[in-house]
């Protein structure tokens, strides 16, 4: 046994030794100084998870990583989080999380224990700078943190960042943490993102297509030729009758028409099976990079690249371990998966693009109901109800300027639509909405600012008759203006010049899980690919705006008895239409 400073002495020429390699020398390093996860009196070992090697050694400053369930890759994130820190003497590294709550528990079941069982880590281990938010490796840091909520970027200088669960990240605070990056050289941030994926074109779906696309292709042996294999469309099932394996559900294990125990993968190039020691034999695989050139490197880990531990059968049966099927889709095979549920299908929006432009002016419209979102430059909607089907005949966007165009705008497209109800963004100012609430016949002008919260509730608005405000529970309105968008029930304007921007606005929105720190479970929330989604949430306030019309749970106040008297605005709000009676102004 080396005295110790015999020993620190020999840590730092090891790691010099392996810092003039680079990223290379990670593998070596973790096979070194860290230990078998299940076992730690055994070195750690790359044994089945071959493919692993590639990613770790990949010397990109941006690297993402679509990472499937049982494929060994959060006890990988950690030791490459060490390592990093270990090799790259004296910097800053920030493992990110999708909440702080998480970030904790994380430190505790999943880094203090590669640190314990080894010597070299324990032994560069700050006694003093050691807890669950922060740690000292020799005179590296590793900070943990939570990205759930704004401010919980640290704002301190880092070196590098291993992003985990992106999707499940509030995406916005992720921007925060990648601001601390500026301090560095160009080339010389290592920036590593891992996911599980949800919605394709979100997260680390929008990071993998931005990247090279890296697959861990086969070399079949039968046909001489190199392939990619998927889990959904290579894994066959005797018996199973659909193209691919999408529709597969937990019901399906108990059909004695399917062979399970008999499923294989099937070569995509010859259409016979790839054996099970073929796809396993690392000297038979390797990754492969569609796009090259691409100065982002992105990997997709598929449960198949781990073949040696996840036969065809284990995969299909681990249906059984997931609620949702959606979740086995995104965490058993590691795939992005668009449904009706989770986002605005194009195809069926486009298809919906039937209903008649009626131009402002002398339109003739009566029942005529809007919805507008509010900024520089505001985005308007209006529909009229023609059974189940809600027709957008306008569309507009108006641009606010000194003498009050927005409203004036508004008040104009109400008389000209005949306008039941008008709903409008409450935020970011208040002001416009206020003072055509105020200008407006009373009960037909209403503003609308979203409430997060508790899905159990009895209703999705909150009205405040007086104020005329409306608090909306964001995801479930969503949720319901999304299934009548897929389902073909809302119709746009035929050859309406905004047509192909609402179409690009409406498909903007994906519903995406979000870790709550509170309770540990995740909850759905509605996120958009970019800031371009106002003409949505303009259908969003028009969609509750008809909601007002047609009485769920909207009151009006009828003047005729003095005092307020409620009544369930129904059917018959026609043939009461003189009875609204115009607040008086000032
Ligand atoms: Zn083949």
């Given amino acids: 046994m080396a005295s110790p400073l ?9 790691v010099a030794a392996l810092q003039s390699l680079g990223r290379s020398a990670i593998p070596q390093w973790i096979i070194d100084n860290t230990r078998h996860p299940n076992d730690p009196t055994k070195p ?5 998870h071959e493919y692993q090697i590639g990613i770790l050694e990949t010397d990109a400053e941006y690297i993402s990583v679509i990472k499937a369930a049982q494929t060994g890759m959060s006890e990988l994130s950690v030791r490459l989080m060490l390592a990093l820190a270990s090799l790259y003497r004296s910097s800053r590294f920030m493992y990110v999380l999708p909440s702080s709550g998480f970030s904790r528990k994380f430190v505790v079941d999943r880094v203090d224990p590669v640190i314990e069982s080894s010597p070299q880590l324990s032994r560069e281990l700050s006694k003093e700078v050691n807890n669950s938010e922060i740690k000292r490796i020799a005179n590296s840091f590793i900070y943990f943190a939570g ?4 401010g919980q970027a640290i704002s301190v200088p ?11 990240c509030s995406q ?15 080339g010389e ?4 993102r891992f996911s599980t994926p949800t919605v394709p074109g979100y997260g680390i779906s929008q990071l993998h297509e931005a990247g090279s696309q890296g697959v861990y292709m086969v070399w079949h042996e039968k046909c001489g030729q190199w392939v990619v294999v998927d889990p959904l469309q290579d894994i066959i099932l005797p018996g199973w009758q659909e193209d691919t394996l999408e529709n597969f559900t937990k019901a399906d294990l108990d059909d004695p028409t399917l062979r399970l125990e008999a499923a294989f993968v099937q070569c995509p190039h010859c259409h016979k099976p790839i054996s099970q020691s073929n796809l396993s034999d690392p000297k038979k695989r390797a990754w492969v990079h569609h796009y090259p050139d691409k100065v982002e490197k992105s990997f997709y880990v598929s449960p198949l690249d781990v073949a040696a531990i996840n036969t065809p059968e284990k995969i299909l049966r681990n249906v059984r371990n997931y609620n949702r099927h959606i979740d086995w889709i995104n965490f058993g095979l590691g795939k992005a998966f668009q449904d009706a549920e989770n986002s605005v299908v194009k195809q069926a929006v486009e298809k919906s693009a039937t209903a008649i432009t009626v131009y402002p002016g002398k339109s003739g419209v009566q029942g005529g109901l809007i919805g507008s979102d509010v900024g520089k430059t505001s985005h308007l909607l209006v529909g009229v109800r023609d059974g189940k089907y809600m ?3 306008w569309a507009e966007r108006i641009r606010q300027d000194g003498s009050g165009n927005l409203v004036s705008t508004w008040k104009e497209r109400m008389d000209e639509y005949g306008a039941w109800k008008m709903v409008v963004d409450a935020g970011p100012d208040i002001s416009s909405p206020q003072q055509l609430i105020e200008e407006s016949v009373y009960g037909r002008a209403w503003a609308c600012y979203f409430t997060r919260g508790s899905s159990r509730r009895l ?14 529970y964001r995801t479930s309105i969503i949720d319901k203006v999304v299934k009548q968008l897929n389902g073909g029930l809302i119709r746009l304007p035929k050859g309406h010049p905004e047509l192909p921007t609402i179409i690009k606005h409406f498909t903007q929105m994906k519903r995406v899980s979000r870790l709550s720190d509170t309770t540990g479970e995740t909850t759905a929330h509605w996120a958009s690919l970019s800031k371009e989604n106002h003409y949505f949430f303009a259908l969003v306030y028009l969609m509750i705006a008809d909601d007002l019309a047609t009485g769920q749970g909207a009151v009006v106040a009828l003047p005729d008895t003095g005092a307020i008297r409620k009544v369930q605005v129904g059917g018959a709000i026609q043939d009461r239409q003189n009875d609204f009676w115009s607040r008086p102004l000032g």
């Avoid at 750690?44 to 089945?48: C, G, K, Q």
């Avoid at 590098?160 to 999707?167: A, I, K, N, R, S």
């Avoid at 941030?189 to 590593?192: A, F, L, R």
């Avoid at 999705?460 to 005329?468: G, R, S």
């Fill in 147 to 150: 990205a759930q909520k704004t």
């Fill in 391 to 393: 027709d957008i005949i």
């Fill in 189 to 192: 941030s290592i920036v590593t």
């Fill in 44 to 48: 750690w070992s790359f044994l089945h």
């Fill in 6 to 14: 015999l020993q620190a002495r020999l840590d730092r020429m090891r």
């Fill in 158 to 168: 880092a070196k590098g960042l291993v992003m985990d669960e992106v999707d499940f």
């Fill in 172 to 186: 916005s605070v992720l921007t925060s943490f990648y601001s601390r990056l500026q301090h560095n050289m160009p």
């Fill in 459 to 472: 209703s999705d608005l909150d009205i405040k008759e007086e104020e005329q405000i409306i608090g909306a």
